[in-house]
């Protein structure tokens, strides 16, 4: 419910209301493994976009979230991992809508919109105490 709650929130910020996202909550190895076969990183990461071609379905596309290194953050942050979670989701469906954060420009324009986003849902902001790095 959390993750497509969440995912709804962010296609309808994105007027993209009608796109449809499949959430894969999986193991780490798992993760692992979709990252080495399609990034070329042979190591788990907490969230993997991979958007869909063009299609008549309105299919988005897909994430993957590893649920071992989402929960490690999760602690180590001192989040709920329920709003970890949720800021992961939209992250990653915003990927899918096309944005970035490779530039400082896109950074901030892309934390802006999840920052709005996850307020929608009563989730603080996930930057409130990041360091800058």
């Keep these: 419910m959390l993750a497509r709650g ?17 959430i894969l909550l ?8 979709l990252n080495a076969q399609f990034r070329q990183q042979d190591k788990p990461t907490n969230v993997l976009s991979f958007p869909a071609p063009r ?11 590893a649920y ?12 709920p991992l329920a709003h970890h979670l949720q800021h992961l989701v939209v992250h990653g469906v915003l990927h899918l809508c096309g944005h970035d954060h490779m ?6 324009a892309m934390e802006g919109l999840e920052r709005a986003v996850l307020a929608s849902l009563g989730v603080p ?7 800058p790095g």
């Design 6 to 22: 969440s995912a709804l929130a962010a296609l309808d910020a994105e007027d993209a209301g009608h796109e449809g996202v499949t």
């Design 26 to 33: 999986t193991d780490d190895e798992s993760v692992r493994a």
């Design 55 to 65: 299609n008549p379905e309105f299919h988005l596309g897909d994430l993957a979230l």
């Design 68 to 79: 071992g290194v989402c929960a490690r953050e999760a602690a180590e942050q001192g989040k």
């Design 103 to 108: 530039g400082d420009d896109e950074a901030e």
């Design 125 to 131: 902001d996930p930057y409130a105490d990041a360091q």
